[in-house]
């Protein structure tokens, strides 16, 4: 009988062992430390606004631009804006101005260069009443230059008919597009 409770008496004090050398090695500066940070997939934003409207004036007093959007965020590291559903109205002295608007965007630092993101519609009104609708689904502006360009799939809703293109470059200040490749047009003659 005294052999039968060796075995369980021997199994015991070996778990007993393990058990001790576990503790004498968990050290207590061990649950002090913190666990290293985990890199964010989302870009740090250093400040946001809400509602935002910004509007610039020519040296002469007359409105230059007028731009609205729902949310900017601004990145610190890069000193980009994204905007959300922006909405811009280049007036550059004139009482006709072009209405640009999109679903998103984003600034690049300084104010340089402008992407338009989805759902991009420009409309305006000439002085004879006639409206001009273009739209495209990304775009990309220069607003000092007065240049637009992108490379994707455009439509021009004009008084006189419908064209199509991909690609395109607009020159603002002239009011002329060069559309690039697969230009397709239906015009009405008056």
Known sequence: MLRKLRFPALLTLMA???VAVGYWNIRPESFMQQPAPVASAEPAI???VLNSRTVQYQPDGKRHYEMTAEKMEHLKANDISLLTRPELYAYRGTDLPWHVRSERGEVAAGGTEVELI???RVERTDAKGRPTILT???MTVWPEKDYA???QAVR???ANGVTTATGMK???NDGRMHLLSN???KHELR
Do not use: C, H
């Open 16 to 18: 007993a062992l393990l």
């Open 46 to 48: 250093d400040f946001y």
């Open 118 to 120: 989805e759902q991009v």
């Open 136 to 138: 495209t689904s990304r």
């Open 149 to 151: 360009e992108t490379k």
């Open 156 to 158: 021009i809703d004009a």
């Open 170 to 172: 607009a020159y603002l």
């Open 183 to 185: 230009v397709r047009g």
